[in-house]
């Protein structure tokens, strides 16, 4: 899917100008992430924002004791949020 296309999916995006899409999709990079990557660790600071164009994105937080970090929701296709 083009960059143009995933701007005019988003719930929250497509309601943008033309124009202003325009200038987004010129600051767009595509990324391919491997199953498991950690795109920020809680604390650091949020630089970025992610487009989900296929695929799920999973937020979880790390719990004391060793156990399995805590799923906090799953952002799909077309969502987005900042990291």
């Known amino acids: ?11 929250y995006l497509s309601s943008l100008s033309d ?5 987004l999709v010129k600051m767009m990079v595509s990324f391919d992430a491997p199953e498991g990557h950690v795109f920020i660790k809680e604390g650091d600071p949020i630089d970025s924002f992610l487009i989900v164009d296929s695929g799920s ?3 979880t937080k ?5 156990e399995s970090p ?4 799953v952002i799909g296709v077309g969502k987005h949020m900042g990291i």
């Not at 899917?1 to 719930?11: C, E, H, N």
């Not at 124009?19 to 200038?23: L, N, S």
């Open 57 to 59: 994105l999973v937020r």
């Open 62 to 66: 790390e719990v004391s004791g060793g």
């Open 1 to 11: 899917m083009s960059a143009r296309a995933v701007l005019d999916k988003g719930i």
């Open 19 to 23: 124009e202003f899409k325009d200038d």
């Open 70 to 73: 805590l799923e906090i929701d």
